[in-house]
């Protein structure tokens, strides 16, 4: 099949990929020719797991060009991928296909806008095509995965003559057509919305008992086993932390607080969007209290800054939050993190008061404190004596739960986990 893929975020370089690697000639839609850049110098592409790879080798196969909207091939299948604000790039699409001769065209529109935002693009496409739903549920640090073997596909559809050529366009990725889910454009918005909001809501729950947790001097960890263990409830998204980041999930999250809003009903989610942002600064609190607000002149070590494991970005990371906070105390900051510093770098420019190592162990030499913001495997086991030897003071705050503390405490360590 011919498709064109537009966009420039992480869902249309994904399905860009993925596409063409399945045998799609795939053409990717840059806004113009002179906004093109190298692919490793565009930060979405580089710091996905083996999307530049993918990029590279679809390119080199012919079967994936990149294009100005100019220059444009004709294609059957048009698929947008744009960010949530940019509803009228995907209208502009619509008046273009209208205009073209031909007609019969297929249009997937992957984009988080409003509930019933697909059936304003079939009203302004008309009788040239059909426009289908499918709901955007990539992983950031797995999304190349996510794309080429999901559990399921939602496909919200409102005309039948369209199922044909969707099912031919998804059954590479879609288990024989078993993990195919129909229903309306609007359902599935809705749903792409409610599964969204359902997750940040398990998650600020399982934060507010952790620091409730940690009033009542009981430790989370075995209430979330405990939890987790009945079947109602079950494992996912269980894990108390400090704070969820990224920039797709903070902005769908956000998006479905204000669709509440603009309907005048009340919602849970206006409540978690801010309770994760008081979050975000819980390790910092915690040091805070520990030295009696005395932080002036303090080395604090950081491991892991990108907003989760398995990525480079840090997109609305709780360590920019963290880092930020210290750095106005006049704390010196020392970072490892084995993705994001160049990210950090370029966000902190020339910033004196941080410091960036190539090691975890070099990173705490000399420091008054860990703080364990992003739980990469490589943290997970440190040396627990070694740490005890480099480190001026043997203090640890664990954001996500992942250290011994018993044997921390064998340490003599200063110990102070989120609800343990």
């Not at 091939?73 to 502009?92: S, V």
């Not at 797995?142 to 399921?152: E, K, L, M, V, W």
């Not at 620091?211 to 430790?219: G, I």
Request: charged share 20%; net charge neutral.
């Amino acid at each position: 099949m011919k498709i064109n893929v537009y966009g420039a975020g992480l869902s249309a370089w994904v399905a860009a990929a993925c596409l063409a690697k399945v045998g799609n000639d795939v053409a990717i839609c840059e806004m113009s020719a002179t906004e093109q850049k190298g692919l490793n110098k565009i930060s979405t592409v580089r710091d996905e797991p083996n999307l530049l790879q993918q990029l590279e080798q679809q390119i080199d196969s012919g079967r994936l060009v990149r294009c100005s909207q100019e220059a444009l091939p004709e294609a059957e299948i048009h698929w947008l991928a744009f960010q949530p604000e940019q509803q009228n790039k995907a209208e502009g699409v619509m008046d273009q296909l209208c205009q073209a001769d031909q007609g019969g065209v297929l249009v997937v529109n992957q984009c988080n806008f409003a509930v019933g935002a697909t059936l304003d693009l079939q009203g302004r496409l008309g009788a040239k095509g059909s426009v289908v739903y499918i709901p955007d549920n990539l992983q950031e640090g797995s999304a190349i995965q996510g794309f080429s073997h999901p559990n399921r596909i939602i496909l919200g559809l409102d005309q039948d003559k369209a199922l044909v050529k969707a099912r031919a366009l998804l059954r590479p990725f879609s288990n024989g057509l078993d993990a195919l889910q129909l229903m309306s454009s609007r359902e599935a918005e809705f749903t792409k919305f409610a599964i969204t909001g359902m997750l940040a809501i398990r998650l600020g729950y399982v934060n507010e008992l952790a620091n409730l947790a940690d009033q009542l001097d009981v430790d989370i960890s075995v209430v979330q086993e405990g939890m987790g263990a009945d079947a109602r409830i079950g494992a996912h998204y269980l894990s108390p932390g400090c704070g969820f980041g990224g920039k797709n999930f903070h902005a769908y999250v956000s998006k479905f607080s204000g669709i509440f809003q603009q309907q005048q009903q009340q919602s849970l989610l206006k409540a978690v969007v801010g309770a994760n942002e008081v979050q975000k600064e819980l390790l910092f609190r915690k040091l805070w209290q520990h030295y009696n607000g005395d932080l002036q002149g303090k080395v604090v070590a950081i491991w892991g800054c990108s907003f989760k494991p398995g990525t480079a970005s840090i997109d609305n990371a709780p360590s920019i939050k963290i880092i930020n906070a210290l750095l106005a105390q006049g704390v010196q900051v020392n970072i490892h993190d084995p993705e994001a510093v160049p990210n950090l770098k370029k966000y902190y420019t020339n910033e004196r008061l941080i410091r960036y190592f190539k090691t975890p162990m070099d990173a705490v030499g000399g420091a008054d404190a860990l703080l364990l913001v992003t739980e990469w495997a490589l943290y997970w086991s440190p040396d627990y004596a070694q740490l005890a030897e480099v480190m001026k003071e043997r203090l640890i705050i664990d954001g996500r739960n992942i250290f011994d503390k018993q044997v921390l405490k064998q340490h003599a360590f200063y110990y102070y986990g989120v609800g343990r």
